[in-house]
């Protein structure tokens, strides 16, 4: 089984920053890690935020997040753990959210992918808070 442990949440005024991460326990039968984030505002479905690749050369971010959130990845076979962040710039109000990061075990490096359908395995989530 693959556990996810995030960090990083918590409450911040519009316009400011936080960064989220998540530590991804690695098996060793596995070859690689695509990982993402996806968010849950009261009242709404879960909605993709960012993704990325094990070689972090692919990644993808929603429209209202573009610009504003950067996606990275540490990621190596001869690690325990991979390790995504979630780099959160200018806030809004609107990204008030419960944050999931998202992994998915795969045989290729450049695989990545913005449904929730195609990670197996979440985290417990982390609360972003931003204050108008």
């Known amino acids: 089984q693959v556990q996810l442990v995030e960090s990083g949440g918590g409450l911040v005024q519009a316009g400011g920053s936080l960064r989220l991460s998540c530590a991804a326990s690695?098996?060793?039968?596995?070859?690689?890690?695509?990982m993402g984030w996806f968010r849950q505002a009261p009242g709404k479905e879960r909605e993709f935020v960012a993704a990325?690749?094990?070689?972090?050369?692919?990644?993808?971010?929603?429209?209202s997040v573009k610009g504003r959130f950067t996606i990275s990845i540490v990621s190596a076979k001869n690690t325990v753990k991979n390790t995504v962040y979630l780099e959160m710039n200018s806030l809004k109000p609107e990204d008030t959210a419960v944050y999931y990061c998202a992994a998915e075990s795969t045989i290729y490096r450049n695989y990545v992918s913005r449904a929730q359908y195609g990670y197996s395995y979440w985290g417990q989530g982390t609360q972003v808070t931003v204050s108008s």
């Open positions: 690695r098996r060793t039968s596995d070859l690689f890690y695509a």
């Open positions: 990325v690749s094990a070689s972090g050369d692919n990644k993808y971010y929603a429209d």
